[in-house]
């Protein structure tokens, strides 16, 4: 560790989450503790439906961003889908403040590239619209482009557009705005992005959230029994699932 972070912890006050709130049962919150940050990156891994979503929809909404994403200085609201977790969420910030920000959630890039035309900053971001270049292209022109350092980033999916080689740029690019003094909270379901060096990896599961190694979270184990034999896997699954 070598710069203090913006973000220092997340906590929920579960008992005050009504009981007929979808968000109650939610295995992320069900089994939530305190969690704190020690790293300057904190990765959420996990499967589908656990909520990582929403736990960083919240964190990313009660520090201030527009829960559709973009930098703090966002507000438009295509549709109105956030939970109401945020409303529970307690958290503690670190003594300084981020010279940068951004909420960045794959979802609905679509709807703040946009907005990022009707504001006319497309300069911010390089200087061409992000809807005239590819979806990949388009991540990577906010990645580069748009964050510069001493920020705190919030990135949902941020894969979901990459090849294999731009998420290993990614990968650097986190490197390096880290160097400068910056803090990701991230959820993803890249097995790159996972081998960040500097990284807290959290993994959600149906009982609680548990701290992994790289090498330990099942993401890892999935795709490493997969490339072992991928002929083999896939007759596995293939005939396991032949009723289909
Ligand atoms: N408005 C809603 N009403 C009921 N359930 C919802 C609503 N929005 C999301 N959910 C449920 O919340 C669960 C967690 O979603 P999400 O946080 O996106 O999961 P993850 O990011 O871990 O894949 C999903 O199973 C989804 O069905
Ligand atoms: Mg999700």
Redesign the pocket.
């Known amino acids: 560790m070598t710069h203090e972070l913006y973000l220092k912890s997340v906590d929920i006050n579960k008992h005050d989450i009504p009981h007929s709130d ?1 968000i109650y049962d ?1 295995p ?1 919150v069900k089994n939530f503790s305190k969690i704190n940050f020690e790293f300057p990156i904190t990765i959420f891994v ?1 499967e ?8 960083i929809e919240a964190i990313a909404t009660k520090y201030g961003f527009n829960a559709e994403g973009g930098s703090r200085n966002f507000n438009f609201h295509t549709r109105r ?1 956030e ?1 109401d977790l945020n409303e529970y969420t307690k958290l503690i910030r670190g003594p300084y403040m981020p010279r940068d920000g951004y909420f960045f959630r794959s979802e609905s890039m679509y709807n703040v590239a946009s907005n990022i035309d009707d504001l006319g900053i497309s300069d911010a971001y390089g200087g061409k619209s992000l809807h005239n270049q590819s979806h990949g292209e388009s991540f990577l022109s906010i990645f580069f482009k748009r964050f510069f350092g001493n920020g705190l980033y919030i990135l949902d999916e941020p894969e979901a557009a990459l090849s294999p080689v731009s998420q290993m740029s990614l990968l650097i690019r986190i490197n390096e705005l880290v160097k400068k003094n910056s803090q990701f909270i991230i ?1 993803t379901h890249s097995p790159i992005l996972l081998a960040c060096p500097n990284a807290q990896i959290l993994e ?1 599961t149906e009982s609680g959230i548990i701290e992994k190694s790289y090498q330990d979270t099942e993401h890892f184990r999935v795709m490493e029994n997969f490339f072992k034999d991928p002929k083999a896997t896939v007759s596995r699954l293939l005939e396991t699932n032949s009723d289909l």
Do not use: F, M, Q
């Not at 656990?50 to 736990?55: A, D, M, P, Q, R």
């Open positions: 979808y939610l992320i996990g589908n439906g656990l909520g990582k979503s929403t736990l889908t939970s959820a959600i």
